[in-house]
């Protein structure tokens, strides 16, 4: 019983962070506040268009993540209408897999450690491989050290939390520009750039709003199945 009860508060827990940090990314203070999280939800985002793009045979080129919490993956692929529609699905979808994987290792300490350890030799392997601005050198190595010394040294319960908070943040970082993801595009870099929806429309013929509305559901129901299963 006592264990039900744990579980209910740790879920409500994460629940109340996810939606705090949405509605704080939706106004410049609160995304003043999560700034440390904005860059990180950017680098999900990003590797997500560049990991997919090598997936379907391309080359992931770089990143750039601006100071602004805008970012960019550069790639080269043979264009095509499916293989548009999977990189530009990439971004929403790669960090909320991503999420998810972290959330699912939480389940036991030696998973958990390894996830973390993984994590953080991710980005700052990342980093050096793809990353061509000055705001991701900045931001990410500190990242990336203080998941590796909590992998390293952090109390299992620690550990626990910590990824199944950043693996909610990589799940919900698609819904950190609502206005986005349900409009045809945006500015990355003071540059205008359709976004992600748009570009799956031009693909597959379906208006934007109709997969900004199925990454959301989908998204949404990846990550209550992997905290119930985390959390069970």
């Known amino acids: 019983m006592v264990a039900a009860a744990d579980r209910t508060r740790r879920m409500a827990l ?10 704080l990314w939706q106004n410049p203070i609160g995304a003043k506040l999560l700034y440390p999280f904005t860059i990180l939800s950017t680098w999900f985002h990003e590797m997500g268009h560049g990991l997919m793009a090598m997936l379907v045979g391309g080359r992931f080129e770089s990143l ?4 602004d ?30 999420g998810a994987a972290l959330i699912l290792a ?50 299992n319960e620690v550990r626990e939390l910590t990824a199944q908070f950043v693996g909610v943040q990589a799940a919900i970082s698609t819904y950190r520009q609502t206005g986005y993801l349900f409009s045809q595009g945006g500015v990355v870099g003071g540059l205008p750039q359709r976004s992600d929806t748009q570009a799956m429309a031009d693909a597959l013929l379906l208006p934007y709003w109709f997969w900004g509305g199925a990454i959301t ?7 209550w199945w992997s905290l119930r299963r985390a959390l069970r």
């Open 64 to 67: 750039a993540i601006y100071a």
């Open 106 to 155: 939480s389940r036991h300490p030696r998973s958990t450690r390894i996830a973390l350890a993984v994590l953080a030799g991710a980005i700052l392997l990342s980093t050096l491989i793809w990353v061509r601005s000055l705001t991701g050198w900045l931001v990410l190595p500190p990242i990336a050290l203080v998941l590796g010394l909590i992998a390293a040294r952090g109390s």
């Open 69 to 98: 919490g805008s970012g960019a993956a550069l790639s080269s692929y043979a264009p095509g209408r499916l293989t548009d529609a999977l990189i530009a699905a990439g971004g929403p979808f790669g960090p909320a897999l991503a």
């Open 217 to 223: 559901v989908a998204i949404a129901l990846l990550l």
């Open 14 to 23: 994460l629940a109340i962070l996810a939606f705090g940090s949405i509605m």
